[in-house]
């Protein structure tokens, strides 16, 4: 099952500091909702565990994430993939896009693309999509905090 998302938030933050929070490992691992493990594996790669629940279904993944097309402090394309197990698998990419916004903000807008499969796959499009929503969220917003935190 495939699915896009996309998104924008204005962040507290110059597009410098934007863009050194979202290259940084530790600042990533607070941010992401049900991350236990996060660890930058060289500038390009990271390896990651998540814990996550999807409606009945709870699964802990542990994946890979590559940046590529780096154009700092402007933005990246990441990719990544999850194993989860009985669960199934997880896997996409994004695109991240930082632009100036008024008073010395940040600007970033995402586009997300993702696919899963297994029993992910049978809990159906709409709540998978809700919970990715929120998930997103979740994490933009532990994002703008940390941002504003300097």
């Not at 940084?24 to 990651?48: M, R, Y």
């Not at 499009?125 to 929503?133: E, N, Q």
Request: charged residues 25%.
């Amino acid at each position: 099952m495939a699915m896009t998302m996309n998104g924008e938030a204005t962040l507290p933050a110059a597009k410098e500091v934007v863009w050194a929070k979202l290259n940084d490992a530790e600042v990533l691992k607070a941010c992401i909702p049900g991350c236990e493990q996060l660890n930058k594996d060289d500038d390009t790669h990271f390896s990651a565990v998540v814990k996550v629940k999807l409606g009945p279904v709870k699964a802990t993944f542990k994946g890979k994430v590559e940046l590529s097309e780096l154009d700092p402090p402007n933005g990246y394309r990441i990719a990544g993939e999850g194993e989860g197990g009985i669960a199934g698998f997880a896997k996409g990419g994004a695109r991240v896009n930082l632009s100036d916004a008024e008073g010395g903000q940040t600007l970033l807008r995402y586009e997300v693309e993702a696919q899963v499969g297994g029993k992910l796959m049978q809990l159906g499009s709409r709540l998978i999509d809700s919970v990715s929503k929120k998930l997103a969220d979740e994490f933009f917003a532990n994002f703008a905090k940390a941002v504003s935190e300097g």
